[in-house]
């Protein structure tokens, strides 16, 4: 029985061949591609100063956990190996629970909820429960980290419909194209490998480590913005983008009409 820290014990392979242009490197362009995670946090740290003034903490944590996304996934990537997988799952598990718990909207909350401490128990609880049984059967993590995204899919769209400032329906239009751009990419690669051999592009996976960063800009920026509609409507938040909102590539980011209020 192989090593769990063994290259190629994972449970998985993606379709980019093994070891093609480094024999210490299993999946090289699945691994460089990663560094998109390192380019998007001091982008987005820096961008939303005025939101990170109001909640220095849970956003500190967030980048904290993207960060470990990002080595994870190099790490995984890089070895095929079954820790790599479960640490490159259970990275994306926690951070969902941190985010679900943090920034969840109350109005969405179950009845039988009463705040958002309660929530966020619950919350620790299914991550717990739900980390623990990943050591079963890892692969299962990740459609199941793919059901948690459409449930926060179907509360983007609530809240697209719920919006009065057309500028958030089009933030929210815009991060529910970039995720299905993204897990398109990631099904292609997933179950479709002959089809990516024969047209000899077999890194839909690395596309997706694009992508996926992409849409989470996007999804953190209109989180933010609802964060503070919903708890300090008077800070007046509206969004912008950089370079510019007519740049062909731009990242939105927050800005608060009366940031000086959170102090
Ligand atoms: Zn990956």
Known sequence: MPSIFAYLS??????????????YIAEYYNTVSNIIFFIIIPFMLTLNMDYMKYRPKP?????????????????FHMTL????????????????????????????????????????????????VSTLMSFVRPVLNAYALNSVALHLLYVVFLEIKRATNPRIQRLGVITVIWWVVAI??????????????????????SLWHVFI??????????????????????????????????????????????PHKWC
Request: hydrophobic letters at 45%; glycine letters at 4%.
């Open 81 to 128: 190996s079954y820790v790599g997988q479960l640490l490159d799952e259970l990275s994306i598990l926690w951070t969902m629970g941190l985010c679900y718990a943090c920034w969840f909207p109350t109005h969405h909350y179950p009845s039988f909820i009463k705040n958002r401490e309660q929530f966020s128990w619950i919350v620790g609880i299914v991550t717990v």
């Open 213 to 258: 960063n992409i849409a989470l800009t996007y999804l953190s920026t209109l989180i933010m913005y609802l964060d503070v509609l919903y708890e300090m409507p008077t800070a007046e938040p509206d969004l912008a983008y950089w370079p510019s909102k007519n740049s062909p590539i731009s990242l939105p980011y927050l800005v608060l009409g009366k």
């Open 59 to 75: 956003v500190h944590s967030l980048a904290v956990m993207v960060a470990l996304i990002g080595f994870s996934s190099v790490y």
């Open 184 to 205: 398109s990419c990631w099904i292609v690669d997933k179950f479709f490998c002959e089809f990516c051999q024969k047209i000899n592009f077999c890194y839909f996976h």
């Open 10 to 23: 994972a449970e998985v392979d993606w379709c980019e061949g093994n070891f093609e242009h480094s024999q």
